[in-house]
Each structure stands twice: as C-alpha cells, then as structure tokens.
C-alpha cells in the first residue's frame, strides 16, 4: 500500500465512507421504523460529510438543511402519527425476498464490473480538460493504491463552487429546469395538500375508520 | 449304402460330352416389337372387377339348410361330431361363388385368345400401356403390361387351374357363411397375381408382388375367429414382407446402375453394371423370391398356411403365389447369368431347402402338411434349376407341379370334407372304396410328383437334375471331395430328395386310401363341383410332359439352356443323361414300392423305425426346430427390445415425462406464476426491478 | 482529495444503492420502503456529485439540487398518500392492501 498519496482527507473519507454504509444497512436492517428514520439522518449527514470533503460544500449544506432538516422531520412525523407497531416487525426472509435480493447482488455485479471502464473512459472524452484526461488508465489510482508505485505525481480536483457560477448555471444555463422543478414542488404541494384532507365521508364504503375498527377490533388502537 | 451311391457317381464319366461353347446360357434383352393389343388390359381387370362383383352379390345357395348357415367353419381341424350328413355333397353354387368363377373363367378365355394371337403373330410380345403411372426425373414407369412367351405359360397356368380352383371351391366352401368375402379375396387373389406376371417394370410387378401377398394373408386368415389361422396369416405376411424388403433393394440397386425399372432396359444395360453390383441385386432380389417362394430360411409360413381353406393352398401354395419368384427369376434370366455367385448361392439353398423339406415331410400326420412341405420341396427343385442357370426347366417344373400339387391338395381337400373334417392321416385309410373319383385323382397326382416312369413329373424332375448335374456355373468348379465337384454332389442330393419324395408321398397314398378305416363315421365321396375338377387335372398330370414338355421348352428358347432345345429325344441321345435318368427312374419306382409295401404289409415297420431312430425322429417331426430357433434368436430378442423401448419410450418419456410432464410444469408454473399476482406492492416492485437488472444486463453485454 | 476518492465514492455509492433497492424489495412497512428510496436518491446524489468534482464541471451539483428538490416533492406526496392509505385500512403494511391481488 502507498502509503505516501494518503493523506488525512483520504482516512476521513474512508472512515466517513464505512460509516455511511453502515447506517445504510442499518436503514434496511432495523426492526422499528424510526430506528430506520434515525439511521437514515445519520446516513444523509455523512454523506453531506463525504460532499464536504469533496469542496461542494453548497450541495453539502442543502443536504443538511432539506434532507436531514425537512424531509427526515416529514418522515419522523409520520412515523410518530400512524403509531409505533405494537410487534416490532420480525424480518422474515420469505421467498420473494431471496428472489428479489439476488438480483440485488446481479445489479451491483453488473454495476461493479460492467460499468468502471466504460463510463469514465466516455466520460473522459466528453469533458474536456479535465482531471480525468490526465489519467492515463481508468484504474490507475487504485493500481497506483494498492501496488504502491505512482508514476504520476498526486493530482487533486480543483473545482470551485462559487455563488457565481451556481447562479450561472441556474439561471442561465440550465434555467428551464429550475422553472420546472418550481411548478414541480407547487404541484406536490398542492397534491399532498388534497390528499391529507380528512373527509366526513369514507373514499370506499366498507373502508372508513369505523368499518375498519370493526373489522379488526379495537385492537390496533 | 451311400458307397453305392458314391461307386455309381464316380463310374459316371465326369467330362460330359457337352463343351463349354455348347451349354449357352440365356443373356440378352427380348427382342423383337412388340405388338399392342389393348385386350390385355382386360385379362387383369375382370378378376378385379370379379372380385368386387362376388362380394356384392352375396349369398348361399338355397338349398342349404337354415340351422347349418351360422355355423362357422371355425377351424381347419374341425371336430367331426357336429358336421353330420350336411357336408357339401350338394352341387348348389352360391351367386358369389357363380360370379367369381365365370370372372376367373373369362379370363381364361381371354388367356387363350392372346395365346393364339402371340402364337400367330409377327412379334413375340403383346404389350398394351394403361396411363403413365409415374414420372419424376429419372423414374419414368408406366402402368404397362407385356405379356410375352414367358407370361403366356404362367397366365395359362394361373387363370386356367385358378378357374377349376374356383369350381371346386364352389363346393368346398358350400357351407360356409362367409363365401362372398372368400370369392372376392380369390378374385382379388388372381387380379394380383395377373399383374405381378403381366407388368412390364419391375415395380408393377411388385405392386403384384405385394397384391398376393396380402390376399395370401386373408386367405391364409379367412377364418380369423380361430387365434392360430390369425397368426398364420400374420406369419405368412411377415414372413413374406422380409423378402420383400430384399426385393425392394434389389430394386434400389437396380435403378442405381442402370436407371431404369424395365427387365428390358435392365438386361440391355447390364454389361454396363459393375460385378459386384449385379451380385448385390441378383442376392436382394433373390430374397424376395425366397420369401415368396418359401425357400430357406424364409420357408415357415408355408406350412403354417395350411390354416387356411384348401382351395387356398392349392392356389396360392401350389399353383401361383410360390412360383411368383421363379418367374421373377426368369424374367430377370440376363441379370441372374450375369452373377454366377447368386445362382451358386441358390443351387445350394434350392437343394438344401428341397432334402430338408423332404425329411420334414416324412414323418407328418397331417396330410395337408405333408402336401405343404412337399411343396417346399418342389420348390427348392425349382430353384435348383434356376441356380443351373436353367430358367425354363424351372418353369417346366412349375408348370408340371402347379398341375399335380393343385391336383394333389384338392384331392386332399376332397377326403378332408369327405370323412368330415379330419386331416390326421392315422385316422384315414381304406378311403379308396368310398371315393372312387377322389382316390384315382390322388392316385394320379402321387404317380405324378414322385417322378414315376412317363408321367409329368418324371420328364420335369428328370430335367432339373440334369441341368444341376451338367451346369457349368461355379457349382461345376468347386470340388467337395477328391474328383467330385459341388454340382455332382447337389445331383446326389437332389436324387435322395426325389426317392425321399416317392417315399412320402406313396405313404400319404398308402395310408389314406388303402387298408382299413380307421375314423369315425362313413365317409362319402365329394360333390361334383369338387371331383369335376379332380379329374380333369389328373389328366395333364400324367400326360403332360410327355406331350408337350419339349414343346413347352421350346416356347421358352429365350430362357431355355442350349441343350435342352432339341427335346427329350436329342438328350436321351447324352450317355451321360440316359444313365442318369435311368438312375432316377428306379430310385423313384424302388422308394414308392418300398413305401407301398411297408404301410400295406408291414404297418408297424415305421413305428420302430422312429423309436430306434428316436432323435432323427424327434428332430424331423420338430420340423428342424427351425420355428424354434427363429423365436429365441429373433422373435425373443425383439420382443424384448420393443418391451425395453415401450417401457422406456412409451411410459416413462412420453407419457410419464412428456404427457404427465407436460401437465405437471403447467400446473407447477401456473401456481408460481400466480404469486405474482399477490397484489402487494413488494411483488410488483421486485418484477419491475428484476426487468430493469434484465435489460441493464443485456446492455452492458450487447 | 485525491484521485482515490473518485473510485472510492462510486462505490461506495453504489452499494449504498443496492442497498437501498433490498430494502425496497424486502420491507413490508410502507413508511421504510420510502426511507429506502430516500437512501437510493443519496447514493445517486453521491455518484453526481463525485462526477461534478472529477469533471470540473458544476453542472452536476445543479443537478442534484434538483434531485433534493424532486426528493422533498415526492416525499410529501408519498406520506399523503401513506396517510390515506392507513385511514382506509388502518395498516401501513404493503402486505395487506393487496386489494389487486390476482
């Protein structure tokens, strides 16, 4: 291992990297769903840490700020409102499931060897000048990691995100999306709006809350 | 007592006077035009149309009584109880049996006409084409008939005794409920037979060849409700379809080399033919007419044919059918001399199949058997002939058997009738009293076969013996032992078969119509519908050859040996022959005197012969234990295959795995299909997901 | 950060993402399986954004600022809907509101 190219931001994006993965198998793994929801936040701080690390910071802070700070609360509430289960929920591995997770593991076959080479090496031809232009082999770095030799000497990105070019790049270059995304928001807005309404009425008959707490007692509450 | 025979051999002069330039054998193609005449198309037709007609038209005759009409002649080894007086002495013919006679009798007419038209005639063949039957690239064959020197003797043969056969078959089957099925089948019978000697291309002689093949098999089985005639008529057909299997090959090769189907584009182009090819042919088609004319090893169904009504057996057993391959042979004669392995090959099996049959014969009970094997006998004379490379001695032998065994089994069939149904000899005897017409015609048949002094057989026999001893194939270059060479060594055998002959057929004589009667009941002599025809057969029986043997060789130069051309008399002239017919002659009278004495003075001389000889005897009343041998190594084997294959094939793959697999996979997916159709979010996820993965997967690949 | 990150974050993304599509697949409680998108949507932000660095170019942050967006709008709807669904039939689990169910 070259232990030379390491450098402290490299073992604190390794370190925020495991832990990432970690919640994010927590996410999936618990058996409450606020311990999912907990694990979620902590999922979407370090990876704002990994966009921190990375110098872009904008997207970091709107990953704090919307994600862990707005949608993460939407999802507490929710949880809070329709009540914890009584049982916790018992993971159980039925069949479907084995079915579903093995294409899991092909995807992620398919997306580890399948893609390396041939999206990076196209997306070097796109972008000109680039940090990636400079690479000769796609898989240089990690030789470079694990063999120890570093024919070329360390190079670091050098993107800057500046207020500037944010604003650039909203209103001037991609602005028929930003306008889209705001009809977009106004149109959930408007949905969940509608949808979240309590009505005197039940939608189906036989399904109102009365019909319901008939059906399955008063247990559930 | 076979060092006499030996002494007698080897004092014979070895080189015959006969030189090699001088003993021609027939090659060649037929020659001249021939004449078209579009009656022909008719001597085929009218048994058909016969046939047809007889089965419509139905009926017994009136006379008969009503309680006798349902009674079905369920096995040819009938029980004499219940037949009592009502056997067939009345001359009522019923409408079917009418029609199919006067079918087969017009076309005897019809037979005669063409004769005297070929005899006086500018050509030496009638031909007359029906439609151009196929025509596909290098196959052209037409539906044509020909009817040449050669098929005018056998078309005289077949419609003339198949015309008396239908008389006596009229009386025969009297009682029989089913006639009009049995006249049509007879009809049909003749109609195919007509063809198989009339086509002019090897194929419409195979359309004949298999016509009398399946009528033979619903003749043989007309009485099917008993299991045993149903398996004889399956043994017979059988049997006989492995022959034709050789026959077809034969026919393959033929068209290979030469490109056509035609005997006589075939003998034009044989030169042309490479030698082991013509060998090849000659050998396949030598096997279809073992098949068909119950040489080894394809003789089995014969005897088991006699299951069959007799009428049957005279036609088909005596007359016809068996003689389809000698006249296949003949008509093919440049081909065969062509192939002088093949004609080796059928000299040895001709005499083989002749002595065994012989043996056989010896020692039956039955005497429809003792006709059948002697049958087989008289065809591996025939063969023997053919392998001598003398095509037209062995049609004089068909044509002088055809009448004395067509003769004999209808004789035969006579007494069987006349003591009610029995067929075992032991409960014959001393029948001469009691059918007088009967017995004189048996008489005259019995004289006849055994080669007696002058009668049809002796003049027939005679030749065949002479032309295998004096044959010039290889037969005459393979030496058996010091001096002796193969074609002498068949002679010998062929002499010992002639006084085994005598001797049998004088027993089956002696022991029927001579002494006392050893059966139950009063025999009767037969209606005249069935001694009519008796006697009118005996008469060629006897006089024939004397008559008209020369003449009938002569008809046939084409196919006739060069010595055999000048007549009797021009042979007798042969040293060589002289002695040997005179060889012949006492071997034939001293057997047939010999038997003769035995079973009138001296009845229990055989009894002990047999218990001393006891394993011979065992092994000759076995029939050679060929059936036997046929079932372990063939029939077992093959029903054990089709067992394993059934088991294998049948139950298990098809229908254990296929069938019930088939269901079972339907069913199995339908029940794990159907949890997709749970109707939770998580199935419709995992299937929208698990196709995503899909078309990624093939992205990434393609 | 150097040129190791790039490897790094990718795949770090994309297990993140696999993980979270098991988690789709396997959860029966509603509430969780949209968590698992939420997860999914993350690890595609991690992947734009490691690109946008690597390439130089901003255009990939902008884009995923308008996946959070998209993200928030879903988010509010899905819970509507999650909402109704429980006061139709009292349960949020995918399981028992198989009322398609063939």
Known sequence: MNTESLSILNIFMFILGGLSLVSGLGVVLSRKSLNSALCLVATMFLIAGQFALMRADFIATLQVMLYAGAI??????????LGVEKDAEKLSFSVPSYFSISFVFLFFGILFFGFRDGIITSAKSIVEGSYLDQLESTTEPINNFVTGTSSNPVLVPDLVVTPKSIGNSILVDQVVSFQAIGILLLASIVGAAFLAQTKKAPLLPGRGLKAMKEKHGSSTN | MFSIFKDLILSLPLSSSLTQSEVVLPVGEISNSPLVDSRLLFLPLIPLVGALLSYLVGGKPKVEDDHHSDHDHGSSHDSHAHHGSHDSYKSGMSLSAIVATTASSLSFVLTLLLFTALGSGVSDSIVASAWSWIDAGDLNVDFKFRFDHLSAVMCLVITGIGSLIHLYASGYMAEDPHQPRFF?????????????????NLLLTFVGWEGVGLCSYLLIGFWFKEMDNAKAGQKAFIVNRIGDAGFLLGMFTLFYYTGSLSPSDILAKVHN??????EVAAILLLIGAAGKSAQIPLYIWLPDAMAGPTPVSALIHAATMVTSGVYMVARLAGLFSAAPHALLLVSIIGTLTAFIAATIALVQNDIKKVLAYSTVSQLGFMFMAIGAGAYSVGLYHVVTHAFFKALLFMAAGSVIVGCHHEQDMRKFGGLFKYMKFTGISYIAGTYAISGLPYGSGFFSKDSVLWATYSSTGLASTIEVSNGIFLNQALWGVGILTAALTAFYMTRSLFLTFFGTYRGHGTPHETSFNMVFPLLVLSVPSLIFSFLYGDTLLTYLAHWTRSDFLGGHHALLENHTYHQLETISMWVALISAGLSGLIYTFAKGLPAKISSLLSPIYKLLLGKWYVDELYNLVIVLPLRGISRVF??????????????TGSSVVVDVAGTTLKKIHSGTMKSSLSLMFSLF??????WVIL | MNELGLHFNLLISAILFCIGVAGVLTRKNTIVIFMCIELMLNAVNLTLVTFSVYLNNINGQIFVFFVMAVAAAEAAVGLAIILSVFRNFLTVESDEVAELAG
């Open chain 1, 72 to 81: 993460m609360i939407l999802f507490v509430f929710v949880i809070m409102l």
């Open chain 2, 646 to 659: 059934f088991i294998l094939f049948d139950r298990i793959l098809i229908d254990g795995l296929l069938v």
């Open chain 2, 273 to 278: 033919m490479p030698a082991l090819a013509i």
């Open chain 2, 184 to 200: 049509a089948y007879l009809n049909l019978f003749l109609s195919a037979m007509l063809i198989l000697v009339l086509g002019d």
């Open chain 2, 693 to 698: 993965v899909f078309i990624i997967l093939f």
